[in-house]
């Protein structure tokens, strides 16, 4: 069976030969993105057959990438022994256009289902273009470096070393001073920035510096995987006119003329659903916007068919519907109420914006679209207010599923949550054909009295919960 080696500088150096043959032009499979995002991802590594594959987890669930090497196919199969040994579902994540209608089209991987956020897109640009800035729709980049010009001379862009270590970090620090970070994602960015830049050499990546007056102006790091430049680091401070494409024609063409190299496309990644960025990263017109999709296979949401309910103990449970909004928003930003679910929305780094009565309803519809979980408004009436909510998730590939359920506080403690619980158990097993799991943390006596009163035994516990499995529901 697979084994999937701990995410580390090292295990990133061994899989680096091969994820440089990645055919996608997506970036989420190279050094530089694995290495800024692996904090809290538990990201891990599995050569088998001159073949790789990469474990982490998405939206708290483990999802593989397609295999990269010598024998995808046959690797392939072991992931799908590898998941059904282990209990996890089979996802695939970065899957882009070709590897998706692959996919769609094996049908080891059949029924499936997919969804993409366009807020993790990768903006993909014609390295030609960018070199030179030439042609009418340019003209406002090169507007901007020349006023650059005109203001401070011709800009000084060149390579960074490990001796520009102080510098670089003295640039990255002054940088967080005049962009604080606004949520979890920025500070993480801002964080694993420094970081790369102490080890991107040992990953065989590039960093460069715009200098002003002797001082760094600007910094980027990417790296090369085939023909396209990959920049995972854009920054610069404030107040300098033209800076940004300065900085980014000038990394590019340095790039462009190492011996040996053609490039032929510059990936600059997503925009996180910032307006701003996007509307920057757009007006240098993106040859292509890669869409990178979620693939969940054999998801039991298959089998939901459109508008299921179910009744138990004086509730119902129902659909989200746009009305829900309101209640979903305190649902998820009362962060008492969610402690013992395990989520505050204040580390979530899936936020990327204003939390607002958008923020987790959109969330969660991704989820379901993806076929990641099933969702549902509990309500005291068909057309009532949502109270609560009931969840299946966490769906094994070899066919099980987690029940969860949190309730509003001024309806808790009238039973609804257990008779939820129960409704959305009893809906996994009957409905979807699929055994119910359950845990809760070991000090949260009403949960445990909740899983307990539905039909469900504990089967384990670890240091943090206790683990139920459905043996019957209660009425």
């Given amino acids: 069976?697979?084994?999937?080696?701990?995410?580390?500088?090292?295990?990133?150096?061994?899989?680096?030969?091969?994820?440089?043959?990645?055919?996608?032009?997506?970036?989420?499979?190279?050094?530089?993105?694995?290495?800024?995002?692996?904090?809290?991802?538990?990201?891990?590594?599995?050569?088998?057959?001159?073949?790789?594959?990469?474990r982490q987890?998405?939206?708290?669930?483990?999802?593989?990438?397609?295999?990269?090497?010598?024998?995808?196919?046959?690797?392939?199969?072991?992931?799908?022994?590898?998941?059904r040994a282990e209990g996890l579902p089979l996802r695939f994540f970065a899957v882009d256009e070709p590897t998706l209608e692959k996919l769609r089209s094996?049908?080891?991987?059949?029924?499936?289902?997919?969804?993409?956020d366009r807020r993790w897109s990768d903006y993909v640009y014609d390295f030609d273009a960018i070199s030179s800035f030439k042609g009418r729709k340019y003209s406002g980049q090169r507007n901007h470096v020349n006023k650059f010009r005109r203001l401070y001379g011709e800009p000084d862009v060149r390579f960074l070393t490990a001796a520009d270590r102080e510098a670089a970090h003295a640039f990255l620090d002054g940088y967080a001073l005049e962009h604080p970070a606004v949520n979890a994602l920025e500070k993480l960015e801002q964080r694993q920035s420094k970081r790369l830049f102490d080890v991107y050499e040992e990953l065989g990546l590039l960093a460069a510096g715009l200098f002003l007056d002797g001082r760094l102006a600007a910094l980027s790091i990417g790296e090369i995987s085939g023909e396209i430049l990959l920049i995972h680091v854009e920054k610069a401070l404030p107040g300098i006119e033209g800076v940004y494409p300065a900085m980014f024609s000038g990394f590019v063409n340095l790039v462009g003329g190492l011996p040996g190299v053609s490039l032929r496309l510059i990936n600059r990644e997503d925009d996180s659903g910032d307006p701003g960025l996007r509307t920057s990263k757009l007006q240098y017109h993106p040859l292509s916007i890669e869409n990178k999709y979620l693939v969940h296979v054999g998801s039991p949401a298959l089998r939901l068919e459109p508008g299921m309910t179910a009744k138990r103990g004086g509730m119902i449970l129902t659909g989200l519907r746009e009305s829900d909004k309101e209640a979903y928003l305190r649902l998820n930003t009362d962060v008492e109420n969610n402690r013992f679910w395990g989520y505050d929305y204040r580390e979530d780094v899936s936020i990327t914006g204003p939390v607002d009565e958008n923020t987790f309803f959109d969330s969660v519809l991704?989820?379901?679209?993806?076929?990641?979980?099933?969702?549902?408004?509990?309500?005291?009436?068909?057309?009532?207010?949502?109270?609560?909510?009931?969840?299946?998730?966490?769906?094994?590939f070899d066919g099980?599923?987690?029940?969860?359920?949190?309730?509003?506080?001024?309806?808790q403690g009238?039973?609804?949550?257990?008779?939820?619980?129960?409704?959305?158990?009893?809906l996994a097993v009957r409905v979807l054909g699929v055994g119910a799991r359950a845990r809760c943390y070991k000090?949260?006596?009403?949960?445990?009295a909740m899983i307990t009163a539905n039909g469900f035994t504990?089967?384990?516990?670890?240091?943090t919960f206790y683990y139920y499995k459905y043996v019957s529901c209660g009425e």
């Avoid at 679209?369 to 998730?393: H, K």
């Avoid at 504990?458 to 240091?463: F, L, P, V």
């Fill in 458 to 463: 504990r089967t384990g516990e670890d240091g």
């Fill in 366 to 396: 991704y989820d379901m679209r993806a076929g990641d979980s099933v969702n549902f408004a509990v309500r005291l009436e068909e057309e009532g207010p949502m109270i609560g909510e009931a969840v299946l998730w966490n769906f094994a």
């Fill in 106 to 116: 094996d049908a080891r991987f059949t029924p499936n289902m997919y969804a993409f």
């Fill in 443 to 448: 000090e949260n006596g009403p949960s445990r």
């Fill in 1 to 54: 069976m697979l084994v999937f080696e701990p995410f580390s500088v090292r295990a990133l150096q061994k899989a680096l030969p091969y994820l440089k043959q990645n055919p996608s032009r997506c970036g989420d499979l190279s050094a530089g993105y694995l290495f800024m995002w692996h904090d809290g991802a538990d990201i891990r590594f599995s050569i088998w057959n001159d073949t790789i594959a990469v």
């Fill in 414 to 426: 009238k039973g609804y949550g257990t008779a939820a619980f129960g409704a959305a158990a009893e």
């Fill in 57 to 83: 987890l998405i939206g708290e669930q483990t999802a593989f990438s397609f295999p990269i090497g010598a024998d995808p196919d046959g690797m392939a199969d072991e992931l799908i022994e590898y998941a």
């Fill in 400 to 411: 099980n599923a987690e029940v969860g359920c949190r309730i509003l506080p001024e309806y």
